[in-house]
């Protein structure tokens, strides 16, 4: 199975463990930590990520009693059990998102001709892509909250079927975007979208990161069929009725 390279690896530990408040050897620890949030602002629930045999939990403060009273329970469960994690909680999460599996790719691949960058002009043929999908969906895929992130599209016709971007985190990982044409699906347009935008980033000398929950069984075929390689996996829980999550 191939690995990523040590750079890789080290802009990644780097990143997380700013993200949790933590050292880079605290990311893998033998049994649960939990941390109050720190850069995790836009996360005020519960963010957990499992790097090795036990998960790291970044928490709000009103939730790290709980979560500190079961880390035996919770290490056992680990991020792939999300019930352990829900029953912890005095109140139920609006939404529980995960497990999800999260990806690093260190090695560029040939771009397909089909997909090229998006720009300014194609602002009604995205437009038309956003009212094909769910409300729900689109939100979910992060595509279009910002002008300034390189996106790429794939064509059927005349008509846009997937597009993918990226939005840079911490400087040096380009967190990869992408969502595809309930019409068009199936029919490989997301791969050489994601291919595409995922060859731009390493070019501006970023790492490319790819998220996908492990239920979606088509978006981490994508992952696994352009190199990306397992690094965590991650599970959130959102308390959005409370005003607490993201």
């Known amino acids: 199975m191939p690995d990523l390279s040590d750079e890789t690896r080290r802009v990644a530990d780097g990143y997380w463990s700013m993200r949790f408040g933590c050292t880079r050897n605290e990311l893998r620890p ?26 790291i939990i970044s928490a709000a403060p009103e939730l790290l009693p709980a979560l500190r009273a079961r880390t035996t329970e919770l290490t056992r469960a680990g991020v792939r059990n999300p019930e352990p994690w829900v029953t912890a909680m005095t109140d139920p999460p609006d939404a529980v998102v995960g497990p999800a599996g999260v990806g690093y790719l260190d090695a560029p691949s040939a771009v397909d001709a089909s997909a090229r960058l998006l720009d300014p002009t194609d602002a009604a043929l995205v437009a038309e892509l956003r009212a094909a999908c769910a409300a729900d969906e689109w939100d979910e895929s992060g595509i279009g909250r910002s002008a300034e992130r390189p996106a790429v599209g794939t064509f059927a016709g005349a008509a846009l079927a997937a597009v993918a971007e990226y939005e840079i985190w911490g400087g040096r990982i380009a967190h990869i975007s992408v969502v595809t044409h309930p019409g068009h699906r199936r029919h490989g347009h997301g791969t050489p979208a994601v291919r595409a935008v995922t060859q731009h980033a390493l070019e501006s000398g970023l790492v490319p990161q790819y998220r996908a929950l492990e239920s979606n069984t088509g978006s981490l075929g994508v992952a696994r069929h352009l190199g990306f390689v397992q690094y965590a996996t991650s599970l959130a829980l959102r308390f959005r009725s409370s005003g607490v999550g993201t």
């Open 30 to 55: 033998p049994r649960a930590l939990v941390f109050p949030h720190e850069a995790h602002t836009d996360h005020a629930g519960v963010y957990a990520m499992e790097f090795g045999a036990a998960p």
